[in-house]
């Protein structure tokens, strides 16, 4: 059975975003007995909701994409869109996977676009956007998934630091940024920087765990590394993470081999440096939780282990003073692989804010 990835805690609307949400929710759409909240497509002649191979579970997969970049984008209005500020949304992200395109081309960044129709959904030609390009480059063809994570400061009434305005606007960036945060009507993640022309290629192209987070709410980040049976661990979260409540904030890794000990670490920071075959996407000074049994199907070895800890009982134990209401908290599990040649897994990352 799938494990519920980063589903929120809060029953959603599938409306566009008009309300305040609570501190640490957050939604994702795994495209799960066929959904597709947000109407997500890289558009292209062949495009199907598998039921496997996804991060983990289902995925949407859009094979014959003949472009310069694919491009994943919404249709139609949803969670995804709305008023930003509003809604207080922190966060976009994404898991990608590229599987087959005609020649190398992912050293080149993953952008998000976030589009106002200016009122004429109907006419594309006088849209116009901000953009972020992002820091880690689009999936090569290397049997991975690829988790990206975009920060949105929706509270800014400045263009922030990061963000971009169309080129072909004429209008003042604070003025775009501030329309757009009121009423994005598009999202788009693009594969590239999109004020630049790629040549066009024939690509297929997978995606899943389409991510939004209000005040602060969990999302993943970074790479995980396979393990010596070829699976990926997926790190997820469920519930809201808070300073006060003892229970209720389950931080899960699933694909992970069974019977085997590991431990959820982190620290307030992200990064995507290589460590023990992998990467490491937690910056130092690093604290270490508890180690716990993976458990899983008897032996031999499969992929049936899952880690799991509730986060608000670990932060209840007072034995981390620095995990307060409003701390920023970046982690990953580490885990037993006697069969790698660093003896050694690990998951990609989650991200969040501890609620009061």
């Known amino acids: 059975m799938r494990p519920q990835l980063l589903a929120s805690a809060f029953v959603l609307a599938l409306a566009p975003l008009v309300a305040a949400q609570q501190c640490g929710s957050f939604s994702v759409e795994t495209f799960t007995g066929g959904s597709n909240v947000g109407g997500w497509t890289f558009g292209g002649p062949s495009q199907s909701i598998q039921t496997s191979g996804g991060?983990?579970?289902?995925?949407?997969?859009?094979?014959?994409?003949?472009t310069f970049a694919p491009q994943l984008r919404t249709t139609g209005a949803s969670i995804y869109t709305g008023n930003y500020r509003t809604a207080g949304v922190t966060s976009l992200g994404v898991?990608?996977?590229t599987y087959q395109v005609d020649f190398p081309s992912c050293p080149r960044p993953l952008s998000v676009m976030l589009t106002n129709d200016n009122g004429t959904p109907a006419n594309p030609n006088d849209d116009f956007y901000v953009y972020s390009v992002g820091v880690e480059s689009i999936p090569c063809?290397?049997?991975?998934?690829?988790?990206?994570?975009?920060?949105?400061?929706?509270?800014s009434t400045t263009l922030p630091s990061g963000w971009a305005v169309d080129p072909n606007t004429a209008l003042p960036p604070n003025t775009a940024w501030n329309t757009i945060l009121q009423d994005a009507d598009r999202v788009t993640f693009f594969?590239?920087?999109?004020?630049?022309?790629?040549?066009f290629q024939m690509w297929t192209v997978g995606a899943d765990n389409l991510r939004i987070s209000w005040n602060g709410g969990a999302s993943t980040y970074c790479i995980s590394k396979k393990n010596s049976l070829g699976c990926q661990p997926a790190i997820s979260a469920s519930g809201q993470p808070s300073a006060s409540q003892p229970s209720g904030f389950v931080i899960s890794t699933a694909q992970v081999l069974n019977n085997k000990t590991g431990i959820f670490f982190y620290g307030h920071g992200a990064q995507n440096t290589p460590f023990q075959g992998g990467a490491l996407c937690v910056t130092l000074p690093?604290?270490?939780?508890?180690?716990?049994?993976?458990?899983?199907?008897?032996?031999?070895?499969?992929?049936s282990g899952t880690l799991?800890?509730?986060?608000?009982?670990?932060i209840a134990t007072g034995q981390d003073?620095?995990?307060?209401?409003?701390a920023s908290v970046f982690g990953q599990t580490w885990s037993r692989d006697p069969a790698s040649p660093s003896t050694t897994s690990l998951s990609n990352a989650v991200r969040f804010v501890i609620c009061p």
Do not use: K, M
């Open 286 to 303: 690093i604290q270490r939780t508890p180690l716990a049994s993976s458990g899983g199907n008897p032996p031999p070895s499969d992929c």
């Open 55 to 66: 991060f983990t579970g289902a995925q949407l997969v859009t094979t014959g994409l003949d």
């Open 308 to 314: 799991g800890l509730d986060f608000n009982s670990w």
């Open 191 to 199: 594969y590239g920087d999109p004020t630049f022309f790629f040549i």
């Open 95 to 97: 898991d990608l996977r």
């Open 141 to 155: 063809v290397d049997g991975l998934w690829h988790s990206y994570h975009f920060d949105v400061p929706s509270q």
């Open 321 to 326: 003073p620095s995990l307060v209401a409003g």
